[in-house]
């Protein structure tokens, strides 16, 4: 049997007036994902409690079947096992954005411009990193390259007691009231300021200027927490396991649930990255011998923090398209048996550009399945239907119900 996650990040969203009151899901041409809800069953999930923040991290955690009640240290931890540091139990870790702020002449008068600066490109933001790791010489603290505008910062023996806000919780706004707050925010809030001092005329920035693209004028560090104890995902669940993702978030929970984490060329977590790769990944991960292939696709989520309506609906079409179709495809003519479940971890609306608590609309098809709904793939056919996970990390138990 051979069990396959499809998670469609922030897809999910509100009425759109610019869709005439529709959803980008109730837009889009997926004729894979309809079917998969139509033969299967479809029904809704709520993957973030009420006590925590509606984070990848949290939400991705409760589809993987690790309830973030127990399991959740923080967001940045979990991007330093992709990365490959070597966290002690006393670290704290931080997630450092590369941003654009307003030039605004206070730091504090600030306006948050672009949380990603410009999606940045990989090698530009590391040319970045590897200055600031040069020129930003702050005892206690380290600073390690990502991908795109996602970094890390370590502060050994450092403090949780700081009040952060999400870059993109933020967008369009002035920073004044969401600088770093508690005990150890001033230490934190410098190094914002002494990131911006040394990136504003970086020439990396001034040719980005040049070229009419966002400056990576200021490192936003958000997203504290500590070294995370994860179960395996083998001992867990007893599946051998495949984590596919652009971001460094879903390799580092790939890796410290033991799964293995492949690495797909062309991948850059927006719109642009390689669909086709992912499929092949994971048709190559399944014809390899892994039970479990989890599937990640974090470009609807970027459409829903950028604001952009069109290309959130584009980005549902291109996964049916390049990921789902292929990847069902495959399982129709392997001849074995298999279970898929298709769904968000959290909700990104286009209106508010940033993540919510709403339960999810997932469906869940099994080969062979006698009864389905009828229903096409939409987040009202998920409320109608009337079936309600209560806790995210249940509903894979429910995709696992043939073991």
Request: with cysteine.
């Amino acid at each position: 049997m051979k069990t396959i996650v499809i998670l469609c990040d922030g897809m999910a969203d509100y009425p759109v007036p610019e869709l005439g009151g529709k959803t980008p899901l109730e837009c889009a041409q997926k004729p894979y994902m309809d079917k998969i809800s139509a033969k299967g069953e479809i029904g809704l999930a709520k993957t973030v409690d009420d006590t925590l923040s509606p984070g990848s991290d949290v939400a991705n955690l409760s589809v993987l079947g690790y309830d973030p009640l127990r399991y959740y240290s923080g967001r940045s931890p979990l991007e330093a096992l992709s990365i490959g540091v070597d966290l002690q139990p006393t670290d704290v870790t931080f997630r450092a954005n590369l941003v654009t702020l307003s030039d605004d002449g206070d730091y504090s008068r600030k306006t948050m411009v672009d949380y990603s600066a410009g999606e940045i490109s990989t090698a530009e933001a590391v040319e970045l990193i590897t200055y600031l790791q040069k020129e930003l010489v702050i005892p206690g603290f380290s600073l390690y390259s990502g991908i795109s505008y996602r970094h890390l910062l370590v502060w050994d023996k450092g403090s949780l007691n700081v009040k952060l806000t999400p870059p993109h919780d933020i967008s369009k706004k002035t920073v004044t009231e969401y600088l770093p707050g508690g005990e150890a925010g001033n230490v934190i809030l410098d190094i914002m300021k002494q990131s911006h001092r040394l990136l504003q005329n970086h020439p990396v920035n001034q040719e980005r200027i040049r070229r009419g693209k966002n400056p990576a004028n200021s490192l936003w560090i958000w997203g504290e927490g500590t070294k995370p104890a994860l179960d395996s995902f083998a001992d867990k669940f007893g599946l051998s396991a495949c984590m596919i993702s652009a971001v460094d978030l879903l390799k580092g929970i790939g890796n410290g649930t033991g799964m293995q984490v492949a690495t797909v060329e062309g991948v850059t977590g927006n719109i642009d990255t390689n669909f086709e790769g992912k499929a092949a990944a994971a048709i190559s991960a399944l014809s390899s011998g892994s039970d479990f292939v989890y599937i990640h696709v974090e470009a609807p989520d970027e459409c829903g923090h950028q604001g952009q309506v069109d290309l959130k609906v584009k980005a549902i079409e291109l996964i049916d398209e390049k990921i789902v179709g292929p990847v069902m495809d495959y399982l129709e003519q392997s001849g074995e048996d298999y279970a898929v479940l298709l769904t968000p971890d959290h909700p990104t609306p286009l209106s508010l550009m940033t993540h919510v608590k709403n339960p999810v609309p997932f469906a869940i098809y099994k080969k062979g399945q006698s009864a389905g709904s009828g229903l096409s793939y939409t987040e009202e056919n998920a409320k109608q239907s009337g079936l309600y996970i209560e806790k995210g990390c249940q509903l894979i138990n429910r995709l696992l119900e043939h073991k």
